[in-house]
């Protein structure tokens, strides 16, 4: 397992490979396991005071990317991984609702419409595959 990180369940990884989808990388939650293994290449970490949560959901908009912006020096992309250094990223500014109790709330509020939508498109799914075809 040398050349890889240990993730326990909770802890979160910062992939800095770009993507369509994610232009400055993404980062993750382990939840389904109890521990992972990840690339060196990731940057790990856990929470302290944080509503993981409320992170997951900040994680998954674009109000992080400014900040990575500002630490990705010019020309950085390497067959589009970013260069970051891991205490550069720690160091960026993460915009947090002064409270556990709000980020709580809004973590469960996202976690519940991310929910409904599945729900949904569960739903739609099903019609769809139920429905006849008609020529």
């Known amino acids: 397992m040398s050349g890889y990180y240990l993730l326990r369940k909770g ?11 994610s232009p400055w990388g993404a ?28 992170l997951v959901t900040y994680y998954e908009t674009d109000r992080w990317y400014k900040a990575v912006q500002m630490i990705a020096a010019e020309g950085a992309r390497n067959h589009g991984l970013l260069n970051i250094a891991p205490n550069d990223f720690f160091d960026t500014a993460l915009i947090l609702p002064p409270s556990r109790e709000e980020q709580e709330l809004i973590g469960l509020f996202f976690a519940r419409l991310d929910n409904l939508i599945t729900l949904h498109q569960r739903k739609r799914l099903s019609i769809r595959q139920r429905s006849p075809v008609w020529s």
């Open 11 to 21: 802890e979160f990884a910062y992939n800095k490979s770009t993507s369509g989808d």
């Open 27 to 54: 980062v993750k939650r382990l939840v389904r396991y109890e521990k992972g293994c990840v690339s060196t290449l990731y940057i790990c970490f856990g929470l302290d005071g944080a509503d993981p949560d409320f």
